[in-house]
């Protein structure tokens, strides 16, 4: 057998007449060019040594492989590619055996498709998610697979990116045995040396046919696929791509297939929403590290949790801990309140239950870890409790006072406030250092985003603490600092000004809704108002009918749930654009002495978008939140950014900040100091550098 080759990230061993390759390289065996040339130097002398009639691939560590190198995109390639590897891999003379455990994702599981047979121990996953890159798998992955399971399933697969466990895999045929958990390498081995002993073929998946003719003959499947996607995938360029190639897959032979499929890859990885998704994946793990808090950070055992309020928020924050096991303790003034937040938590768990994404046994055991109460004293045991009451500064105070008195030394007081000052609700009671701000997104029990919101005062373990318990309950925790609206809603704060200002100089609100969905967001600032319904804070007492919004809640136009808001609503929900709507803005315009006038879409995007981008700029110069990657992790998880375009901070950068800055000046000149650019902004810009390089 040829010697080791010294610093091989790739371990070869012999078993008898098997040698078995061992993957170990980082934490996920991503097939950078160093594992690349690993895998053929040891491949190819596995393959040469007379003495070893099969070969089998295992990943060290945690998993068999997370795919190619995702670092590695958009630079020059060195090295032997993905693609050429595999299909040398598949051309081997001896028969190759993959042992996945953990995860085969990506090229990862494209290695083990040009393997010639798999096993997988039952808790692997396996799958393709280059889709969720901005890519598609370009490593043989969209012409190998359906060749295995048939173009139907590939699509879903391919198109879908979630990861598959073993065991439905091998139902596929994708796996050919399972092994058991704790003896996967002995098991392929084992499997190796039956097909030695049996003399069994080199089977290669580019040599069947049999699946893929049900790509032919009824070509209608993939037409049928578009549509029924067409909504989650609108705005994406990578599910037509993936489509595309398999269809390829089901009419040209192998070879040109690849080809094919080589061919959108580069087109792909080339392109700004790939490079967008790429930067998302990076950004979101980035967020995750605080420069300060170090990851060995202690944090406090959270056992049991607190929640103040039994409204849409109190209820959606319990929902969260309660699906992760934790047990909650729910506290309302009222017991009608508190029935009601019962209730709706019930109906939740149970309206899943009925479309069959959990278990009509675990609506059970989740009521069963949730607690009720009218007294807050009960909070007593709670290591962790947020309070979701309505944002009155007044009432939160009284609140975090009488927490001082109640809970256990050590326990987290935080708050869901969305816009309120923190330090000021820590400063009421004596251990503002245990005080913090966990703001959720509603519906909270759906939306990924978790503002952590860092106090003056707030000490590290609690902010461990609250990063950590945020990711153990699914969500995606990004810290902020103090100020009015945090991150999220204070940029919000300015798209909504601009919107406003842009329906009194005459744009409908209809064609503001319009560019913004275009753009790619899920739904313009109008359709949002009339979901979260126009009445939030607003009395008939202290408005004065001065807003369009005024005036419209003063005709109980109050949104979706009053039937009409900006908008009118079907029983369906469905809407239409409003005459009442447009003839009450031309009222306020005309008061208020605004000249009416058209605008284009380009300065539709502009004035709503361009002032938030200025707004996150000097949120960066004032500290508010640690990096610009982290202001785009809240807008794509708290608002339904478009992750094809990276966050605001982000496509700031591909519109480029010259540009920007321009803008942002003409329009300055003409409405004022709104517009006026942060010296961010304007430094970067000088510089000839984006938010990227900061
Ligand atoms: C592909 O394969 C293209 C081919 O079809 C065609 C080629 C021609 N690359 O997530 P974690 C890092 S595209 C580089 O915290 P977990 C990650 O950033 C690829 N780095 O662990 C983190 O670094 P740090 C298709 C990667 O246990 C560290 O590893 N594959 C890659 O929570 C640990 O990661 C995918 O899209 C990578 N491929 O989750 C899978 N993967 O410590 C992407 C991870 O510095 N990966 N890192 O922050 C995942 O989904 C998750 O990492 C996984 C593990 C589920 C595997």
Known sequence: MAQEVKD??????????????????????????????????????????????????????????????????????SGISLPDLLNRVEASTKPVVA?????????GLETALACHYRVAVPSAKVGLPEVKLGILPGAGG?????????????LEVIVGGSPIGAKAAAGMGLIDELAPEDSLRAHAVAFAERVIAEGRPLTKIRDRNDKIA????????FAAFREENARKTRGFEAPEACIACIEAACRL??????????AEFQKLVSGTQSAAQRYVFFAERQAAKIPDVPDDTPARPIARVGVIGAGTMGGGISMNFLNAGIPVTIVETKREALD????????NYENTAKKGRLRPEDVETRMGLLSDTLELEKLAECDLIIEAVFEDMGIKKEIFSKLDRIAKPGAI??????????????AMTNRPADVIGMHFFSPANVMRLLEVVRGEKTAKDVIATAMQIGRKVGKIPVLVGVCHGFVGNRMLAERQREANRLILEGVTPWDVDRVIYEFGLPMG?????????????WSRETNKSESVRDLLCEQDRRGQKTGAGFYDYDARRKATPSKVTEEIIAKVAERQGVKRRDATDQEILERTLYPMVNEGAKILEEGKAIRASDIDIVWINGYGWPVYRGGPMFWADTVGLPKVLERLRAYQAEYGDAFKPSALLERLAAEGKGFKDL
């Open 8 to 77: 091989n990230p790739v371990s070869t061993a012999r078993e008898g007449a098997v040698a078995v390759l061992t993957l170990q390289s980082g934490p996920v065996n991503a097939l950078g060019s160093g594992l690349r040339q690993g895998i053929l130097t040891a491949f190819e002398a596995a393959e040469a040594d007379p003495a070893v009639k099969a070969i089998v691939l295992i990943g060290g560590g945690r998993m068999f492989s997370a795919g190619a190198d995702i670092s590695e995109f958009g630079k020059p390639q």
């Open 214 to 221: 049900e790509g032919r003959e009824s070509p209608g499947l």
């Open 525 to 537: 600032p109008f359709t949002m108002s009339d979901l979260a319904g126009l009445d939030i804070g």
């Open 340 to 347: 009601r937040g019962l209730k709706t938590i019930r109906t």
């Open 99 to 107: 042992a996945i455990h953990g995860n085969a994702l990506g090229g």
């Open 253 to 262: 032979p192998f070879d040109e297939g690849l080809a094919f499929e080589r």
């Open 413 to 426: 007081l935080a708050s869901n406030t969305s816009y309120l000052d923190i330090d000021a609700i820590a």
């Open 142 to 154: 969209t012409q190998r697979l359906p060749r295995v399971v048939g173009p139907r399933k590939a």
